[in-house]
């Protein structure tokens, strides 16, 4: 099993930034690919950004150019740069993890998840 915990949200302005982070327990070794999902009040869960087990990434067009996604070691295995951020970032962020090396948009295909950190984001 594996068990994944996020940290580093929190309260920010606009314009602000935050560093999200996943740590990972158990059988850490077979995480390959890796995800942050949100979830803002009364909408449903979105991907974030995405990276396979060789570093291609994927990001939603919402947060181009203003969130990082990296790999990390191998006890906080992912995290989650975010700058300039916006009222419309606020949400539940979670880590998901896979046990497939390719990069991966189907939530379906993350079958490890975090509890969640929150962001929330004043204009």
């Known amino acids: 099993q594996v068990q994944l915990v996020e940290s580093g949200g929190g309260l920010v302005q606009a314009g602000g930034s935050l560093r999200l982070s996943c740590a990972a327990s158990?059988?850490?070794?077979?995480?390959?690919?890796m995800a942050w999902y949100r979830q803002a009040p009364g909408k449903g869960r979105e991907l974030v950004a995405a990276?396979?087990?060789?570093?291609?990434?994927y990001y939603a067009e919402s947060v181009q150019g203003r969130f990082t996604i990296s790999r990390g070691n191998i006890t906080i295995p992912l995290t989650l740069q975010m700058n300039s951020l916006s009222p419309e970032d606020t949400g539940m962020y979670y880590c998901?993890?896979?046990?497939?090396?390719?990069?991966?948009?189907?939530?379906?295909?993350?079958?490890?998840w975090g509890r969640g950190t929150q962001v929330t984001v004043s204009s």
């Open positions: 990276i396979s087990s060789l570093g291609n990434t």
């Open positions: 998901a993890a896979s046990i497939k090396r390719e990069l991966i948009v189907s939530e379906n295909d993350y079958i490890y």
């Open positions: 158990g059988s850490i070794f077979r995480l390959y690919a």
